[in-house]
């Protein structure tokens, strides 16, 4: 049945005047890829010490080692994160939502962050399904209250969130 519709709807575009068949396939081409960038240059700012982030870092980055396009997960816990390298976001803002810069420099935070950050490993359609009208509501709320309770659940305190959290050793 797509085949049929997809045949009809390209020899139609064929027959329209260039002018407008330029302008269509474009339209067309645009609403047909609204996946998010899978090229390289996606930045991902991450909490290297929150467990449960880093957990899905590690899984992100095993699905991502045979692909030609790399993303650098920034580890926001580290001394050396400098915010002003990475358009300006810093620790505060990065510990209270997930931050993924695209390819384009733009950036994306809470559940948009994490649809580009999955496209650019390969899982577009995880981001596209989060991102789907009737289920963004509940991405937003559950990721809302994830990122309101991540430090408490994993044994963290609010001083995290201003700043540097200390590593603990057991």
Same mark, same amino acid.
């Given at each position: 049945m797509f085949s049929n519709v997809r045949t009809c709807? @390209?020899?139609?575009?064929?027959?329209? $005047?260039?002018?407008? #068949?330029?302008r269509v396939t474009s339209v067309l /081409?645009? +609403?047909? +890829?609204? =996946?998010?960038?899978?090229?390289?240059?996606?930045?991902?700012?991450?909490?290297?010490? /929150? $467990? &449960?982030?880093? @957990?899905? &870092?590690?899984?992100?980055?095993?699905?991502?080692? #045979?692909?030609?396009?790399?993303?650098? !997960?920034?580890?926001?816990?580290? $001394?050396?994160?400098?915010?002003t390298k990475y358009k300006d976001i810093t620790y505060e803002m990065a510990m209270k939502e997930m931050h993924v810069i695209d390819k384009k420099d733009k950036v994306h935070s809470g559940v948009p962050a994490f649809a580009v950050m999955y496209s650019a490993v390969g899982l577009g359609w995880l981001g596209r399904f989060m991102m789907w009208s009737p289920v963004r509501p509940f991405m937003d709320k559950s990721y809302d209250? !994830?990122?309101? #309770?991540?430090?408490?659940? =994993?044994?963290?305190?609010e001083e995290c969130t201003t700043g540097r959290c200390e590593k603990k050793i057991p």
């Open positions: 709807l @390209t020899s139609g575009l064929a027959r329209l $005047p260039s002018c407008v #068949n330029s /081409c645009k +609403h047909q +890829h609204r =996946t998010f960038s899978s090229e390289s240059g996606v930045r991902v700012l991450y909490d290297g010490l /929150c $467990p &449960i982030c880093v @957990t899905e &870092i590690r899984f992100l980055q095993f699905l991502q080692r #045979n692909r030609p396009e790399k993303v650098d !997960f920034i580890d926001i816990s580290l $001394p050396s994160y400098d915010g209250i !994830f990122a309101r #309770n991540r430090l408490k659940w =994993t044994g963290r305190g």
